[in-house]
């Protein structure tokens, strides 16, 4: 298949919310402690809510700035492509990276939205997760019809709240929803546990897929301070393996054979070793350890349940028949600094070479569409208007040239010569002091 | 290739330290505090040291016994079969399931002799160390010449200590040392720090090699105590995947070019994942945290430095070429419970189905025995004598009939129907309650 050609659905992109966002959805009564931009004081753009500060972090959102000047420091809007925050730049930026649709997870509240679950007021918490769920749903996905996933967050501090979020936003016509790891980090009982069973039934009656993003509730223990930065980089989606273990044998995926999942930006050239591991293991220890899988191996479980995602994995793509070619997803993770925007088909059609055409096709838009109850080519007006070459011939003028000089401050230290876990560290800790006081 | 005419060399088996080890290599000043086993109030078999017990847990030694008796619980002498702790017997073993040679981790004092940096009397240490090498290679490796690669512990304590002890084993003809994912874990520095690189040289200078085996400094955290108890098993090897990154990415490998590790018992199937992965992030992130690999990639530099080894990988062997076949090595991994044993030739001749003979043979012994400089051939009197037939008719009297009934107790708990991580840990607990007191 020729590159103009291809249709690409993204199961993972992120919004920089706007600081805008909530003032049309949230009651008088509470408007005036939704969350808001300030600056600290270095001049950053930086959120403030009940108090305390919350980053935009730079490494999120360097598309189209240099490679040199990526960093991990917070940063403001006028260091970033408008394309982050800006929906109808956004499609601009879409088009010109030739990708019809997009799911976004969010930025500030945390992939998941953490922060509602960290926030002390509960009341004012949930006030502020419906209006964050509806600017998302209503706003931003509902602007262009057929280019966005709608992704909720969850009151992750409630299985009950979050019962009635799932059926509230699936009303809406959202079909994802934001999951994390491992919910004893928010403090909720593990997923083992039958108080979420009420929240595993919504989702299965709903239709909505749980999507754990790595990073959600799981971080690699870097080795010391002092280890470079990419030990910490590298070992990110390893979170995946580690849910997707605990998942599978848990009761949850036997108990709810309607319960689908998707492992975002967990790679997938790891999958292949993972399903053979789980079978081994299960063969070899389930006569002590009483696990039954009935007929079945722990691999038939996860290929029936999860929706495996990639942005570049060449290893994982030449695997994709020990994978399943109907449960592999691609991702352009704009404007993360994974992305390969502003090249993703280029990137993709170098990963596929040598597939058929419906592997191609399955890979690249299909499988996403099945899985999340997404039509996206209705809403286009037919899939011809959907390829590659038509969203790019609607995106000629589109500005590419480098953001240069606009952020990615120096890490402070490198004492070592290379960046470090402490490095960066240091960096937010910086950004962090002296808390912010004057609005922006 | 048929079976008959494989030989295989294991890089990575365990042996049960026999009773008696101490007896011949510790002088008489210090006899009387050398670790001794003594019998816990529930009739287990423990070593006891310095006034604390240490179990041989049960999961470690269950070759030969029925699967629905495997169990984390400690074990007695009289519930293994004599091959874990026996030479000949081990030998006999060995020939019965076509082996040539094996390389043996320890048990008690853990798989890289963490328990005698635990020790607070450090001169005791260093003695029963010392006595703990000239046991395994005097008298376990050279009870039967050709058919061990000798593996030293080393004194983690102390890094010029660690200098010595690799210089003094060298001399006697060992060239591998135990090691761990993360010298943090025994309060040592990191590997970042140049106070290590006396103990890099010394590795170099004499053509010693650093086997990291899984668990030795990392266990992956299980989300919750019910956690199924695969969950944690089926983790463990990913430490060699965090390991390897923070090597990669380190000064150590550049500086030291000929440096040489193993990631013993860290599967294959996840290292094209990890090859991509980690020159993914190198490309896209050097130019700001500051790494030169020159005009290397990171994957040229693990290449080089590190032997990969596996057990039963059906999805590593596939991928092989994208490994590297002379940096594959095979595992038996007797008498732990992932052991193919008493039919590895069957199981590594199905993993190999396909595979060229000169990548059987460089994946079956050739790659061990280059990286060890180990020579079994002269030993054994020519080729003609190690493969699988010529072994296999020496050892027609093996009984492998199962140790039914003589351990494996029932985990404690499994209240929920299965095994989960809290039921082993329990299991643990109650065979160190009451500490032991009499000789056994």
Not at 314 to 334: F, M, Q, S
């Amino acid at each position: 298949m020729h590159i103009d050609e291809m249709i690409l659905i993204s199961v993972d992109d992120h919004v920089v919310e706007p600081r805008d966002m909530f003032e049309r959805h949230v009651s008088a009564a509470y408007r005036d402690r939704a969350p808001r931009i300030v600056k600290n004081r270095h001049g950053d753009d930086m959120w403030q809510f009940e108090g305390q500060l919350r980053p935009n972090v730079g490494l999120n959102a360097v598309a189209g700035r240099p490679p040199e000047e990526y960093g991990y420091e917070p940063t403001g809007y006028d260091q970033m492509r408008r394309g982050c925050f800006d929906v109808h730049e956004r499609i601009r930026d879409m088009n010109v990276n030739g990708v019809l649709a997009s799911m976004c997870f969010g930025s500030f509240p945390s992939f998941c939205g953490r922060l509602w679950a960290m926030t002390q007021d509960k009341e004012l918490a949930l006030v502020m997760l419906r209006a964050y769920n509806d600017w998302h749903i209503d706003e931003w996905c509902a602007a262009h019809p057929g280019r966005f996933i709608p992704l909720a967050q969850l009151p992750l501090w409630d299985i009950g709240l979050m019962v009635d979020e799932v059926r509230r936003v699936a009303k809406k016509g959202c079909h994802a929803v934001a999951f994390l790891e491992n919910p004893l980090i928010v403090g909720l009982p593990s997923i083992h546990s039958e108080a979420w069973d009420p929240f595993w039934r919504a989702c299965c009656d709903e239709r909505v897929v749980l999507c754990i993003h790595i990073g959600s509730a799981w971080s690699p223990s870097p080795p010391a301070p002092e280890s470079p930065v990419e030990t910490i980089m590298t070992g990110v989606p390893i979170g995946s393996f580690h849910c997707a273990v605990d998942l599978v044998f848990s009761r949850v995926l036997r108990n709810f054979p309607d319960l689908r999942l998707a492992l975002s930006e967990g790679g997938i050239g790891w999958i292949p070793y993972f399903l053979d591991r789980i079978d081994w293991i299960y063969a070899r220890h389930h006569r002590w350890t009483r696990q039954d899988f009935g007929g079945e191996r722990p691999s038939d479980v996860f290929r029936r349940h999860f929706l495996t995602c990639f942005i570049d994995d060449p290893v994982g793509i030449k695997l994709r028949n020990e994978i399943g070619t109907d449960r592999i997803a691609w991702e352009c993770d704009y404007p993360h600094s994974d992305t390969t925007w502003p090249t993703a088909p280029e990137a993709l059609h170098a990963n596929l070479a040598g597939a058929s055409d419906d592997d191609v096709n399955r890979i690249s838009h299909l499988n996403a569409m099945r899985w999340f109850d997404f039509d996206p080519f209705s809403a286009m007006g037919g899939r011809t208007r959907c390829t590659v070459a038509a969203l790019r011939a609607q995106a000629k003028d589109v500005d590419l040239s480098l953001l240069r000089g606009k952020g990615g401050k120096a890490p402070v230290d490198a004492a070592q010569g290379f960046v470090t876990a402490s490095d960066v560290m240091k960096q937010l800790a910086t950004a962090l002091d002296g808390q912010a006081n004057r609005p922006a």
